[in-house]
């Protein structure tokens, strides 16, 4: 299913004078330091491991995270590995795709200044070929567990008078279309129409959101599909930097999202595709 992240942050602003290096660095440290950041990361049945760097890297920068998951023996592998190497971690066991019960946890542990989501699924099929069971269960979690999980977060950011940032995993495919992928490209494109209108209901209390729209990413899940040729061949003849993404591609858009670097950003979409919707 993914992950989500949900932090708490405080941070402060330096100007930029033109040619100061000092002045700069200061600005640069303020924007991305995360020492202040209460982090809880819930990850779900797809590559949990394979997220263990870009998991590390939220760490490294200062915040204390929460680690949620079905599979709580990965789970606490994870949160045991990262207080080894001195970072703070915590786990929750969690089901991002019972609402209610997520409700529950984010209202119980909240409120969150960051919250990412990456709980997501795919069924492709043929459109002719789409069965009522494969639209819903794609659509419970890439759209409604998605859309629930948001507003918790900001019904707990709106009562607390905080501002935050939420981000959703999504993806390149909700700004085309792909062969074999109605249903996956309908649920993405609708991350989309929520997000900018949530944006505007929600920019005057401080709260951005914004999407993370990466191209096919290189895990253990994806690697059956780079194994064939053709569909190699394909996927790297449409990223125009002629490589699959890694995870590290998409954390980087993470911490920017996540920290005051990104404070002007929302209601827009973050296109880690290596120049895949370009044409």
Not at 247 to 268: H, N, P, R
């Amino acid at each position: 299913l993914g992950f989500f992240l949900l932090a708490a942050v405080s941070a402060s602003y330096q100007w930029l004078a033109l040619g100061d290096a000092a002045v700069f660095q200061r600005m640069v440290t303020a924007s991305f330091d995360m020492a202040a950041l209460s982090v809880e990361l819930a990850i779900g049945l797809i590559g949990l491991m394979s997220l263990w760097l870009g998991i590390v890297a939220l760490g490294e920068a200062g915040a204390k995270v929460t680690l949620a998951a079905r599979r709580v023996d990965a789970l606490n592998t994870l949160v045991d590995k990262m207080n080894a190497a001195g970072m703070k971690a915590e786990a929750l066991p969690l089901d991002v795709s019972d609402i209610a019960g997520t409700q529950a946890s984010v209202a119980s542990h909240g409120p969150f200044d960051i919250l990412v989501n990456s709980a997501g699924l795919a069924r492709h099929s043929p459109a002719l070929d789409t069965t009522e069971d494969d639209f819903d269960t794609v659509s419970d979690v890439n759209v409604k567990g998605a859309y629930f999980l948001t507003q918790a977060v900001a019904n707990g950011l709106v009562a607390a008078g905080k501002p935050g940032s939420l981000i959703n995993i999504s993806s390149q495919m909700a700004h085309v279309g792909g062969i074999d992928r109605a249903v996956y490209c309908a649920t993405k494109h609708a991350v989309e129409g929520f997000t900018k209108s949530m944006a505007i209901e929600w920019g005057k209390a401080g709260i951005r959101i914004n999407p993370i729209c990466p191209t096919f990413i290189l895990t253990d899940l994806t690697r059956p599909t780079f194994a064939d040729p053709e569909k190699r061949a394909w996927i790297e003849d449409k990223i125009k930097l002629g490589r699959p993404g890694e995870v590290e591609d998409i954390m980087g858009g993470v911490v920017f999202l996540a920290s005051e670097a990104s404070a002007m950003v929302t209601g827009t979409s973050l296109l880690v595709d290596g120049g895949w919707t370009a044409e």
